[in-house]
């Protein structure tokens, strides 16, 4: 591809491989030397000078992955970029996308100012936690949603024995693609936080389906703690009488308890994404727990990114190139 350059940050390697390889080229080379206090600094092995460089950094673990996304745009800029663009299939933050109490920030609109401002020319991000964080950045974003990347696999899964659910009313919008997609009916839980991942209530709103003696499948875009799903899964099963409960959640987060809690859960199966990368095991409460594997099927966001880079590079329509991805898979 010429005047084109791909790279990926330190954790986002294999990610970026995988991108790369179905774009059908290869990484280039960016080595970022870490200093003893924590200090990153990257640099360009070879010229970028006049190039279109897409980075791709995925923002778990955000401290660190933030930091180096931005001291990367810096070093492309100073090396003459034509453009920057940045793949990060999970934005952190974007849980923060409004005001959540007063006197408190906003997060998703820190991460667009600190991105834009330090040179990012377009941005594309996998499953946004709310489409209006699109509205905090002043460049083009490319929001690839979890319809475009899990849509082909659930052709596979869902029949008319299945209901769609919302695990939050947050969630509707997202949870009512699929919905309207396979034509199944859509329940919705009204779930109450009474602080960050800690649910205060959950019950199933009037108005929706029914779910009783049916699969669900919940839609999410993130599990972290994985509260949220195991709360809900219970309550669909014994207090609804749901037949069984899936779940489709794009960005697997999965700290603290996450997967302890998933392994002793009644959910059937999580279909999640690669948008961060499954460990085989994490500690918690220094006890080492190995992932549910068993329960959890990634299926991969690459074929999508790759889409519309594809698309940006040849400066066609990102949407039809998404909307190839749904009907021809
Ligand atoms: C909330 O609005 C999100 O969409 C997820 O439902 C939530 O972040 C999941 O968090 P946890 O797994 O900790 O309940």
């Not at 007063?102 to 936690?129: K, Q, Y």
């Not at 594997?293 to 990114?305: G, L, P, Q, R, W």
């Amino acid at each position: 591809m010429k005047h084109v350059k791909i790279f990926a940050l330190r954790r986002s390697q294999e990610l970026g491989r995988q991108i790369a390889e179905k774009m059908g080229t290869e990484l280039s080379e960016l080595v970022t030397q870490r200093f003893s206090d924590g200090e990153l600094s990257p640099h360009f092995t070879t010229t970028i000078r006049g190039q279109n460089v897409f980075i791709i950094g995925t923002l778990s673990q955000p401290h660190s992955n933030i930091m180096e996304m931005m001291l990367t745009i810096d070093a492309a800029k100073r090396s003459g970029a034509k453009t920057i663009n940045c793949i990060m299939p999970y934005l952190a933050y974007a849980r923060q996308d409004k005001k959540g109490a007063s006197r408190s920030g906003i997060g998703a609109r820190v991460m667009a100012n600190m991105l834009e401002v330090n040179g990012a020319d377009s941005v594309t991000i996998v499953d946004l936690h709310a489409t209006q964080i699109e509205a905090a950045f002043n460049i083009p974003t490319v929001h690839i949603t979890g319809r475009n990347v899990f849509i082909p696999k659930m052709k596979e899964v869902l029949n008319d024995d299945w209901v769609i659910c919302s695990p939050d009313a947050g969630g509707t919008v997202r949870a009512t693609q699929f919905s309207n997609f396979f034509n199944l009916p859509l329940a919705i839980i009204d779930k109450k936080r009474d602080r960050p991942n800690s649910i205060g209530s959950m019950i199933l709103s009037g108005g929706g389906a029914d779910v009783k003696g049916k699969n669900v499948m919940i839609i999410d875009d993130m599990i972290d703690t994985a509260g949220t799903l195991c709360k809900a899964t219970d309550m669909l099963l014994d207090k609804y009488g749901a037949k069984s409960v899936s779940a489709t959640i794009t960005h697997p987060v999965l700290s603290g308890p996450a997967y302890k809690r998933i392994a002793q859960s009644q959910i059937t199966k999580l279909y999640t994404s690669d948008t961060i990368a499954l460990p085989d095991s994490k500690t918690f409460e220094n006890e080492e727990i190995y992932v549910p594997k068993n329960k959890i099927e990634v299926v991969s966001c690459t074929t999508a990114i790759a889409k519309v880079t594809e698309k940006m590079i040849s400066n066609s329509s990102v949407d039809v190139g998404l909307e190839e991805l749904i009907l021809e898979n």
